[in-house]
């Protein structure tokens, strides 16, 4: 029974973002990452409190003409206010997510070379941070390095079940051999250590071979490609040393591979610049003329005065860009047809999960990068940083230092990010791109907040209306893993 103490307490809206979908109106909880559909009582309780602050009693007399029973009312409030959609003079503890100690490792991301033979000017092995090659570390892993990180993967991922190792590089498939017999020793442990485990790989397709094609389809080896869409774009930035574009050397390699990698769906990733913004036409190109499974774009991380950084005006553009080929997806959806814009499918994730991310990403938590030296990073992005090591795979980790580095990137710490609604899947943003732009891993990436906001608030409006229509299909989402 609701208490005369509850009855007399005054109510405001709290942390809420409401959203419309397919007719119906719902509301996005920042403070848990839930969504929940508005009914006729509570969508009334929220319009009466955005007026202004009211209590239980004096709410259920304001919606009496309207005909809604106070107690049905007082429910309605009860509920909202468990949901921290809406709050008394009281309000709540800081809900500040700390990782709990030694958080079970899942992926491991092996750089196994820091070598590229393409010569792209915007790639991150030449940011701010670090040099291509640190003075007496080696280009490339050896395979005893790989063996101690495949070692270190499996003894510090105690409790999963399953785990994960992406190869990286550099270019990875300049060192193929060792890929190779990272693979098949990496099997042999985890097989012995009762864990699953999968494999996956980024590469710029140049070397891609038959042999080598065959092998990662045996294998169900995951493959991305980085590809910035037709040809013109393509050779703008993704050149070889001489200036000469890589468009014509990797389009017949990609689709042999297309052809015959049928073990794992292969992706594309796009880095956009200023050169390569067309996003209808890339996508167009790579998921209907080349026939990728999935294509997903990303901004390229740099500082604001490189040439080829996105401003603001083309952050604009792209978003509108973006929420056009969003709603091409979602007609899809509702036909229960595949649609390939994997920026949707990984947000749709997340907000039917209910992710709530204490930090942008698994970057210092569940996933390491390793150099091929061994030295361990939060992620491959930081590999070869010697201002960012937190250890090697040979003597283990710095746990003080990957704590600061968490520490430092928690969301309840970012004070710019505690009014936005977005920061359940954005956390602040990437903690590379916040060293990049600011020098400081944990500064939110401001700079991307309105593109957040507004991207979020569409794919909202995408599950909405899909829940609404459509709902089977968000099934979809129930296991999948968005990346970071």
């Known amino acids: 029974m609701t208490s005369a103490a509850v009855l007399e307490s005054s109510y405001s809206l709290h942390d809420?973002?409401?959203f419309r979908g397919g007719g119906a109106e719902f509301v996005y909880l920042p403070s848990s990452g839930g969504i929940f559909a508005l009914n006729g009582v509570t969508r009334a309780v929220l319009d009466s409190l955005a007026v202004h602050p009211d209590?239980?009693?004096?709410?259920?007399?304001?919606?009496?003409?309207?005909g809604f029973e106070p107690a049905d009312v007082l429910d309605a409030v009860e509920d909202l206010h468990a949901a921290r959609a809406i709050r008394d003079e009281h309000g709540f503890e800081s809900l500040v997510q700390e990782p709990p100690d030694r958080f079970p490792l899942q992926t491991l991301v092996l750089n196994v070379t820091n070598q590229c033979n393409l010569s792209c000017e915007y790639c991150y092995e030449f940011g701010e941070d670090k040099v291509a090659t640190p003075e007496g570390k080696p280009k490339f892993m050896d395979f005893e390095t790989a063996q101690a990180s495949i070692d270190y993967l499996i003894r510090?991922?105690?409790?999963?079940?399953?785990?994960?190792?992406?190869?990286f590089g550099g270019e990875t498939l300049m060192n193929f051999p060792l890929l190779?017999?990272?693979?098949?020793?990496?099997?042999?442990?985890?097989?012995?250590?009762?864990?699953?485990?999968?494999?996956?790989?980024?590469t710029n397709a140049t070397l891609l071979s038959p042999a080598i094609i065959d092998f990662l389809a045996e294998n169900s080896i995951g493959?991305?490609?980085?590809?910035?869409?037709?040809?013109?774009?393509?050779?703008?930035?993704?050149?070889?040393?001489?200036?000469?574009?890589?468009?014509?050397?990797?389009a017949p390699k990609i689709r042999e591979l297309l052809a015959r990698h049928k073990t794992r769906p292969i992706a594309a990733r796009v880095t956009m610049t200023t050169h390569a913004m067309d996003v209808m036409r890339i996508y167009r190109h790579l998921k209907d003329d080349m026939g990728f499974y999935e294509v997903g774009f990303a901004p390229v991380t740099s500082s604001p005065d490189r040439l080829y950084s996105i401003g603001a005006s083309g952050l604009d553009s792209v978003l509108s860009q973006f929420t056009a080929l969003a709603h091409e997806y979602l007609e899809a959806a509702l036909r229960n047809e595949h649609h390939g814009f994997s920026n949707v499918s990984d947000t749709?994730?997340?907000?039917?999960?209910?992710?709530?991310?204490?930090?942008?990403?698994?970057?210092?938590?569940?996933?390491?990068?390793?150099?091929?030296?061994?030295?361990?990073?939060?992620?491959?992005?930081?590999?070869?940083?010697?201002?960012?090591k937190l250890g090697s795979v040979r003597t283990g980790i710095d746990h003080d230092k990957r704590q600061a580095f968490l520490d430092r990137g928690n969301?309840?710490?970012?004070?710019?990010?505690?009014?936005?609604?977005?920061?359940?899947?954005?956390?602040?943003?990437?903690?590379?791109?916040?060293?990049?732009?600011?020098?400081?891993?944990?500064?939110?990436?401001?700079?991307?907040?309105?593109?957040?906001?507004?991207?979020?608030?569409?794919?909202?409006?995408?599950?909405?209306?899909?829940?609404?229509?459509?709902?089977?299909?968000?099934?979809?989402?129930?296991?999948?893993?968005?990346?970071?």
């Open 348 to 388: 749709l994730a997340e907000l039917h999960q209910g992710i709530s991310k204490s930090h942008p990403c698994g970057a210092g938590l569940g996933l390491l990068g390793v150099g091929p030296s061994g030295d361990i990073a939060p992620c491959h992005r930081f590999v070869d940083s010697d201002q960012h």
């Open 180 to 202: 190779k017999r990272a693979v098949e020793y990496a099997r042999r442990q985890a097989e012995a250590a009762g864990v699953s485990i999968d494999f996956s790989l980024t």
């Open 156 to 167: 510090e991922s105690q409790g999963r079940r399953s785990i994960h190792i992406t190869f």
């Open 223 to 250: 493959v991305t490609v980085s590809i910035d869409g037709p040809k013109e774009m393509q050779d703008k930035f993704r050149v070889f040393s001489n200036g000469r574009g890589s468009y014509d050397i990797i």
């Open 411 to 484: 969301v309840g710490r970012k004070y710019e990010c505690q009014s936005c609604w977005a920061r359940p899947l954005c956390a602040g943003g990437c903690h590379h791109e916040a060293f990049v732009r600011y020098g400081d891993t944990g500064h939110p990436n401001l700079h991307y907040c309105d593109w957040i906001r507004g991207w979020t608030d569409t794919c909202l409006e995408i599950y909405g209306t899909i829940a609404a229509k459509n709902p089977g299909y968000l099934n979809l989402f129930s296991n999948r893993k968005a990346e970071s």
């Open 16 to 18: 809420l973002h409401r």
């Open 55 to 66: 209590t239980p009693s004096g709410i259920a007399s304001a919606l009496a003409p309207q």
